[in-house]
């Protein structure tokens, strides 16, 4: 038996591991035409951008050209390679990647958090604890310093939003340039398009672009990655070819040595033409970002192996063609591109860099989305344009921003030169932000020492503090567009940051006192009705001042109050198993409950249809679990007592409530309805949707003996209710500065956050909630 074993233990390593390699292998040719589309399409205007201004044609020679070459080597071998393939694809929360990621550990391993609404509770979440505990003395400290001072945790969370709106820029620069630049081969044949119909033709495959956005890439992604790989397979031969046909000599520029031959060359004009040769690792950050729809490994299979060489050989061909041909600079992309091959090739470039740019304006939809997670942003309409595809989404508002935008910039700069300096500062800086974060990482979440962090700060930051020193330089020549841009929509994040916090902060001070609500008794001083009333609010304890203001202006009020916080956590993901929260408030007669549903910053919040059954269910188990667990139980000072975490894949099958699906026409409810009114409302629905199939759940009791006759009554109490039915009660506030108000904050609050909350989605649309069952009471905040 020993030997059997033996053999067995031998043989299964190597098959795991050939599973593992063929998974990662499959994932790693699905990630050419998601995350390399951008990354791929640099060679097009890369030389044409650094070989600009003062570095003109007669100023250059072979060892310039050299010089640029190794530049661009080094960068590719430093920034993609060292950097994001060997150190920061390490820094996944929980499988995702991006600046969210870095700053959703950072908070998860100090109290850098800005959000409101966050419990002890959440910290239980399984994906919620990340890496070892122990800390070293040099970081506790620097913990306790940055946890102490609000504004330091304000400015992280600046530094994150700033990123993110350099992200928001790539979104706009990307399609633009790699557009442009793709369809400036046009240049080079014989009937030569003159500048105003390059741009007309780029415009036109722009706006192609952007309407096929709605359909999601699910539909056409079968045919990204084919694209993707045939092109960098055609730049690897078309380097090749020109390295053996031009200069072979060029290999030798690999040595650093003629980098520093290039700037005792070229001085000044040479740093400033650095602005160019960093558009050669732009999309680099779709490594990191785009690493929650495939795995580390992968990524570093597809990026090592095939698109590191492919982009080397081609650099290094160019240069070689370059070399020989001073004065090629313009269109020195498809002037090395042989004529027989020429026009597949620019098939090719064309579809290239439409799969970039699709590629990197979805990522942008996804960081709007973490914003708003955040609190950062304000609400817009999410649409999920695929039910297999995790992740992929559509915002029709962004979509059509980013268009204009885009077209804008193609129309008023109508050179890829201009449209490089402002996608390079907005690329640079991104890389610059990313490295501080992960600095922070590497103290806080990987425990490594301050002086581990330290070096890996100042090494990267030189190198990119050199490369944003030379973009910054070309401000004026369109490097103001993606800082007024990131302005811009900081302008917006910050204004709908604080007014939300504002808002939050009054709810906090002005709760209802569960003391006022128990003299009142279990009726509240009104008629309660039969049905289910959820309540929503922001806060997660307590009872919001607006519930006050419902119990004074409406004389009646279901039986059965469930106040619902809806709140965002700092992990990508939350399980069903601990979505819902449920408790207690005030005693048993009080039929008032607590349910708190929690979501990732990358959660999909689905419009199933379900949610009603589904807390209906929790509320039920929640009743069940507090008669058997005692720690559950409100004690008699405290009537807002523990939540319980009610998985929601469980309940149905340890719950002593049957759910029994049926199917009724809209009909049937008609006649069910006793009030004239209802029933003619019912009428103008139903001839909206006209037969329509409902889907109607039932809850049934089963039969327990041993069940204690106060939680029958209450489990009795809970069905009935729900057979009448659910409303859904929020408030209808406007916010407003007080008097005493500074008028700074008089215009953030009255013009700004006012503004953006008449014109964004409002809350009852982002919750997917029914306006057939929907109550909104006005009330008026002022902070």
Same mark, same amino acid.
């Not at 306790?144 to 504004?151: I, P």
């Given at each position: 038996?020993?030997?059997?074993?033996?053999?067995?233990?031998?043989?299964?390593?190597?098959?795991?591991?050939?599973?593992?390699?063929?998974?990662?292998?499959?994932?790693?040719?699905?990630?050419?035409?998601?995350?390399?589309?951008?990354?791929?399409?640099?060679?097009?205007?890369?030389?044409?951008?650094?070989?600009? #201004?003062?570095?003109?044609?007669?100023?250059?020679?072979?060892?310039?050209?050299?010089?640029?070459?190794?530049?661009?080597? @080094?960068?590719?071998?430093?920034?993609?390679?060292?950097?994001?393939?060997?150190?920061?694809?390490? !820094?996944?929360?929980?499988?995702?990647?991006?600046?969210?990621? *870095?700053?959703?550990?950072?908070?998860?391993?100090?109290?850098?958090?800005?959000?409101?609404?966050?419990? !002890?509770?959440?910290?239980?979440?399984?994906?919620?604890?990340?890496?070892?505990?122990?800390?070293?003395?040099?970081?506790?400290?620097?913990?306790?310093?940055?946890?102490?001072?609000?504004?330091?945790?304000?400015?992280?969370?600046?530094?994150?939003?700033?990123?993110?709106?350099?992200? =928001?820029?790539? &979104?706009?620069?990307?399609?633009?340039?790699?557009?442009?630049?793709?369809?400036?081969?046009?240049?080079?044949?014989?009937?030569?398009?003159?500048?105003?119909?390059?741009?007309?033709?780029?415009?036109? =495959?722009?706006?192609?672009?952007?309407?096929?956005?709605?359909?999601?890439?699910?539909?056409?992604?079968?045919?990204?990655?084919?694209?993707?790989?045939?092109?960098?397979?055609?730049?690897?031969?078309?380097?090749?070819?020109?390295?053996?046909?031009?200069?072979?000599?060029?290999?030798?520029?690999?040595?650093?040595?003629?980098?520093?031959?290039?700037?005792?060359?070229? $001085?000044?004009? #040479?740093?400033?033409?650095?602005? &160019?040769?960093?558009?050669?690792?732009? &999309?680099?950050?779709?490594?990191?970002?785009?690493?929650?729809?495939?795995? !580390?490994?992968?990524?570093?299979?597809?990026?090592?192996?095939?698109?590191?060489?492919?982009?080397?050989?081609?650099?290094?061909?160019?240069?070689?063609?370059?070399?020989?041909?001073?004065?090629?600079?313009?269109?020195?992309?498809?002037?090395?591109?042989?004529?027989?091959?020429?026009?597949?090739?620019?098939?090719?470039?064309?579809?290239?860099?439409?799969?970039?740019?699709?590629?990197?304006?979805?990522?942008?939809?996804?960081? =709007?989305?973490?914003?708003?997670?955040?609190?950062?942003?304000?609400?817009?309409?999410? /649409?999920?344009?695929?039910?297999?595809?995790?992740?992929?989404?559509?915002?029709?508002?962004?979509?059509?921003?980013?268009?204009?935008?885009?077209?804008?910039?193609?129309?008023?700069?109508?050179?890829?030169?201009?449209?490089?300096?402002?996608?390079?500062?907005?690329?640079?800086?991104?890389?610059?932000?990313?490295?501080?974060?992960?600095?922070?990482?590497?103290?806080?979440?990987?425990?490594?020492?301050?002086?581990?962090?330290?070096?890996?700060?100042?090494?990267?930051?030189?190198?990119?503090?050199?490369?944003?020193?030379? !973009?910054?330089?070309?401000?004026?020549?369109?490097? @103001?567009?993606?800082?007024?841009?990131?302005?811009?929509?900081?302008?917006?994040?910050?204004? @709908?940051?604080? $007014?939300?916090?504002?808002?939050?902060?009054?709810?906090?001070?002005?709760?209802?006192? /569960?003391? @006022?609500?128990?003299?009142?008794?279990?009726?509240? &001083?009104?008629?309660?009705?039969?049905?289910?009333?959820?309540?929503?609010?922001?806060?997660?304890?307590?009872?919001?001042?607006?519930?006050?203001?419902?119990?004074?202006?409406?004389?009646?009020?279901?039986?059965?109050?469930?106040?619902?916080?809806?709140?965002?956590?700092?992990?990508?993901?939350?399980?069903?198993?601990?979505?819902?929260?449920?408790?207690?408030?005030?005693?048993?007669?009080?039929?008032?409950?607590?349910?708190?549903?929690?979501?990732?910053?990358?959660?999909?919040?689905?419009?199933?249809?379900?949610?009603?059954?589904?807390?209906?269910?929790?509320?039920?188990?929640?009743?069940?679990?507090?008669?058997?667990?005692?720690?559950?139980?409100?004690?008699?000072?405290?009537?807002? #007592?523990?939540?319980?975490?009610?998985?929601?894949?469980?309940?149905?099958?340890?719950?002593?409530?049957?759910?029994?699906?049926?199917?009724?026409?809209?009909?049937?409810? =008609?006649?069910?309805?006793?009030?004239?009114?209802?029933?003619?409302?019912?009428?103008?629905?139903?001839?909206?949707?006209?037969?329509?199939?409902?889907?109607?759940?039932?809850?049934?009791?089963?039969?327990?003996? $041993?069940?204690?006759?106060?939680?029958?009554?209450?489990?009795?109490?809970?069905?009935?209710?729900?057979?009448? $039915?659910?409303?859904?009660?929020?408030?209808?506030?406007?916010?407003?500065?007080?008097?005493?108000?500074?008028?700074?904050?008089? *215009?953030?609050?009255?013009?700004?956050?006012?503004?953006?909350?008449?014109?964004?989605?409002?809350?009852?649309?982002?919750?997917?909630?029914?306006?057939?069952?929907?109550?909104?009471?006005?009330?008026?905040?002022?902070?």
């Amino acid at each position: 038996m020993e030997p059997e074993s033996g053999i067995l233990t031998r043989r299964n390593p190597p098959q795991l591991s050939w599973v593992n390699l063929s998974k990662n292998l499959i994932l790693a040719y699905q990630s050419f035409g998601v995350v390399y589309g951008d990354l791929s399409t640099s060679p097009l205007y890369v030389y044409t951008s650094t070989f600009q #201004g003062k570095l003109q044609p007669h100023n250059l020679n072979e060892e310039t050209v050299f010089g640029a070459f190794s530049l661009i080597f @080094w960068t590719l071998t430093l920034i993609p390679l060292l950097k994001y393939v060997l150190i920061l694809l390490s !820094a996944d929360d929980n499988g995702e990647g991006g600046t969210f990621a *870095l700053y959703s550990l950072l908070c998860r391993h100090a109290k850098f958090n800005l959000l409101p609404n966050q419990q !002890a509770a959440d910290e239980e979440l399984s994906s919620y604890k990340y890496g070892p505990s122990s800390q070293t003395s040099a970081s506790s400290q620097l913990k306790n310093f940055l946890e102490k001072h609000k504004r330091l945790r304000t400015v992280l969370l600046f530094v994150v939003l700033f990123g993110a709106c350099m992200v =928001i820029g790539d &979104g706009v620069f990307t399609p633009a340039i790699s557009v442009l630049s793709s369809v400036s081969g046009l240049q080079v044949t014989e009937k030569k398009l003159t500048d105003g119909e390059l741009v007309l033709l780029a415009c036109v =495959i722009l706006v192609g672009l952007f309407a096929l956005q709605h359909f999601g890439t699910h539909r056409v992604a079968f045919i990204f990655a084919p694209v993707v790989i045939i092109w960098l397979i055609s730049i690897f031969l078309i380097g090749l070819y020109n390295i053996i046909h031009w200069n072979p000599k060029i290999v030798h520029a690999i040595s650093p040595h003629y980098i520093i031959k290039f700037f005792a060359e070229t $001085g000044v004009p #040479g740093w400033i033409s650095l602005g &160019g040769i960093l558009l050669c690792i732009t &999309g680099t950050e779709a490594m990191f970002a785009d690493l929650g729809h495939f795995t !580390a490994l992968s990524i570093r299979l597809a990026f090592v192996f095939v698109v590191y060489p492919c982009l080397v050989v081609q650099y290094m061909g160019q240069a070689a063609f370059l070399s020989k041909n001073l004065t090629k600079v313009p269109e020195s992309f498809y002037d090395s591109i042989p004529k027989p091959v020429f026009w597949p090739v620019f098939v090719t470039a064309t579809l290239a860099a439409i799969v970039g740019s699709q590629a990197v304006i979805t990522a942008t939809f996804s960081i =709007i989305k973490q914003c708003h997670a955040l609190g950062c942003f304000p609400r817009v309409k999410v /649409v999920h344009t695929s039910k297999h595809i995790y992740g992929q989404i559509y915002i029709p508002e962004i979509n059509w921003i980013l268009m204009i935008l885009t077209l804008a910039i193609t129309i008023g700069f109508r050179d890829t030169s201009l449209i490089g300096n402002a996608y390079g500062i907005a690329c640079m800086t991104v890389i610059f932000v990313t490295t501080f974060l992960m600095a922070l990482v590497i103290i806080f979440v990987w425990q490594k020492s301050v002086l581990l962090a330290a070096l890996f700060l100042l090494f990267f930051w030189c190198v990119e503090g050199v490369y944003l020193s030379a !973009a910054f330089i070309k401000v004026p020549q369109g490097g @103001w567009v993606p800082l007024v841009l990131s302005c811009i929509f900081m302008v917006v994040m910050y204004v @709908w940051h604080y $007014g939300t916090c504002m808002k939050y902060s009054f709810d906090l001070h002005n709760k209802v006192s /569960v003391k @006022w609500l128990l003299g009142l008794g279990p009726s509240l &001083g009104i008629v309660r009705v039969p049905g289910v009333g959820l309540i929503y609010s922001e806060l997660a304890t307590g009872v919001p001042a607006i519930f006050s203001h419902f119990v004074t202006n409406l004389p009646a009020f279901h039986n059965v109050l469930v106040f619902v916080c809806v709140k965002s956590v700092p992990v990508p993901y939350v399980s069903p198993e601990e979505r819902f929260l449920v408790g207690r408030i005030c005693p048993r007669p009080y039929r008032m409950y607590r349910c708190i549903v929690r979501y990732g910053y990358k959660d999909i919040q689905r419009d199933d249809g379900d949610f009603e059954n589904q807390l209906i269910q929790s509320i039920a188990e929640f009743i069940q679990m507090e008669a058997v667990e005692p720690q559950f139980s409100s004690s008699d000072t405290t009537f807002d #007592g523990r939540m319980a975490v009610i998985s929601t894949r469980t309940v149905s099958s340890n719950s002593s409530l049957i759910a029994s699906e049926q199917e009724d026409l809209t009909v049937n409810s =008609i006649q069910s309805s006793k009030s004239l009114t209802l029933q003619s409302l019912q009428y103008v629905y139903d001839d909206e949707n006209p037969q329509t199939m409902r889907h109607r759940v039932r809850f049934q009791l089963t039969p327990s003996p $041993g069940m204690d006759p106060a939680v029958r009554e209450e489990l009795m109490d809970l069905i009935q209710a729900k057979e009448v $039915g659910v409303a859904y009660i929020m408030g209808h506030s406007y916010v407003k500065a007080r008097r005493s108000s500074s008028y700074l904050k008089k *215009l953030v609050i009255d013009i700004g956050y006012s503004f953006l909350r008449k014109n964004c989605r409002g809350p009852s649309v982002a919750l997917n909630i029914p306006h057939i069952s929907l109550i909104e009471v006005g009330m008026i905040y002022y902070v």
